[in-house]
T-cell receptor
Framework: DQQVKQNSPSLSVQEGRISILNCDYTNSMFDYFLWYKKYPAEGPTFLISISSIKDKNEDGRFTVFLNKSAKHLSLHIVPSQPGDSAVYFCAASGWGNKLVFGAGTILRVKS | KAGVTQTPRYLIKTRGQQVTLSCSPISGHRSVSWYQQTPGQGLQFLFEYFSETQRNKGNFPGRFSGRQFSNSRSEMNVSTLELGDSALYLC?????????????FGQGTRLTVV
């Protein structure tokens, strides 16, 4: 069963505009959420995280929003840059460092 | 500060053989987790070690095993390799055990089983 879902396999955005990547989860025991960026044949790079006690966390161009009642989180990238083109993974954890990943969303930022 | 180091980067093995992959975590990190990435299954958790003890295990057969040394370095072993074991194997290190800690990944080891 997919406990973490990224329903959009891909997203295409114009440079300078906002990119919004979405993620849904089913397990209410998850209390920490992370976003990673990944290039082919490389390890994921940590971007930003959020605890379940918060509903928003910002770091530069990246903002993560968490809606616990809807079991939904989103990553906003503003403004989007061509170098942001990559696969973005949403991940969730409960106790311990086991991460459950979504299937990923391919982001293409067009210049 | 050096990142997570995985060796080797690439490996080709024959069915039935065994393989050992190595991971050196970020200095000061005591938790090491292993993940398998395949096109069909995505990123799947294998196991986590903290202070030389396996604390968490994913749904993989017993052919997949690991260990952690006193310096936090970890090794993962796969015995009796199958074609389906071909994947990118990723190691992640974290400072703490417990929720609310970012995991930092290495470059991965690309294993090809022929």
């Amino acid at each position: 069963d997919q406990q973490v879902k990224q329903n959009s396999p891909s997203l295409s955005v114009q440079e300078g505009r906002i990119s919004i990547l979405n993620c849904d989860y089913t397990n209410s025991m998850f209390d920490y959420f992370l976003w990673y960026k990944k290039y082919p044949a490389e390890g994921p790079t940590f971007l930003i995280s959020i605890s379940s006690i918060k509903d928003k966390n910002e770091d530069g161009r990246f903002t993560v929003f968490l809606n616990k009642s809807a079991k939904h989180l989103s990553l906003h990238i503003v403004p989007s840059q061509p170098g942001d083109s990559a696969v973005y993974f949403c991940a969730a954890s409960g106790w311990g460092n086991k991460l459950v990943f979504g299937a990923g969303t391919i982001l293409r930022v067009k210049s | 500060k050096a990142g997570v180091t995985q060796t080797p980067r690439y490996l080709i093995k024959t069915r039935g053989q065994q393989v050992t992959l190595s991971c050196s975590p970020i200095s000061g990190h005591r938790s090491v987790s292993w993940y398998q990435q395949t096109p069909g299954q995505g990123l799947q958790f294998l196991f986590e070690y903290f202070s030389e003890t396996q604390r968490n295990k994913g749904n993989f057969p017993g052919r997949f095993s690991g260990r952690q040394f006193s310096n936090s370095r970890s090794e993962m072993n796969v015995s009796t390799l199958e074609l389906g074991d071909s994947a990118l194997y990723l190691c992640a290190s974290s400072f703490e055990q417990g929720t609310g800690t970012e995991a930092f990944f290495g470059q991965g080891t690309r294993l090809t089983v022929v």
